[in-house]
């Protein structure tokens, strides 16, 4: 299959205690038989994410979750299990929150996670513009059908 993938069911995720939420075995994606390389830079650029106080924006800004931070790493190394998932940017959100960035040409992916597990994202597509959405989750598959869409 190249890139080292072979089909297996998907790992389970805890986002929050939520059962429903969390990564069904009976779902399929091509894993990785090692993580992305660009996986221990996103780790780090979390951990540097908990050096950031309140108003670290000068807009009043939240300092960062520490539990939303340990959420984050989780879903990092989850995506980076699998195949075809680019590497995310890596920021803050005001409210205090990790949050990751894909763009992909016509596409874009923008997403953040709480201390709970929720994941608010809002996904863009230029070329169909009925298959935009925004809307929150805490089943982290809706997000890796996008990603695994681009490669």
Not at 73 to 79: E, N, Q, S
Not at 103 to 111: C, T, V
């Amino acid at each position: 299959m190249g890139n080292g993938a072979a089909f297996e069911p998907a790992p389970k995720l805890d986002v929050g205690g939520d059962e429903t939420a969390a990564w069904s075995r009976a779902s399929t994606f091509a894993h990785r038989q090692t993580p992305a390389p660009w996986l221990h830079g996103a780790l780090n650029k979390l951990d540097g994410l908990l050096t950031l106080s309140s108003d670290w924006d000068s807009y009043g800004a939240s300092a960062i979750d520490s539990d939303a931070v340990g959420r984050a790493k989780a879903f990092v190394r989850l995506v980076a299990s699998f195949v075809s998932v680019p590497e995310p940017t890596l920021g803050a959100s005001g409210e205090g929150h990790p949050a990751f960035s894909w763009d992909q040409g016509a596409w874009s992916l923008d997403a953040s996670i709480n201390s709970t597990g929720l994941i608010s994202y809002v996904y863009i597509d230029e070329e169909n513009e009925r298959a935009n959405v925004e809307s929150c989750t805490r089943d982290a598959r809706k997000l890796l059908g996008y990603l695994t869409q681009w490669n």
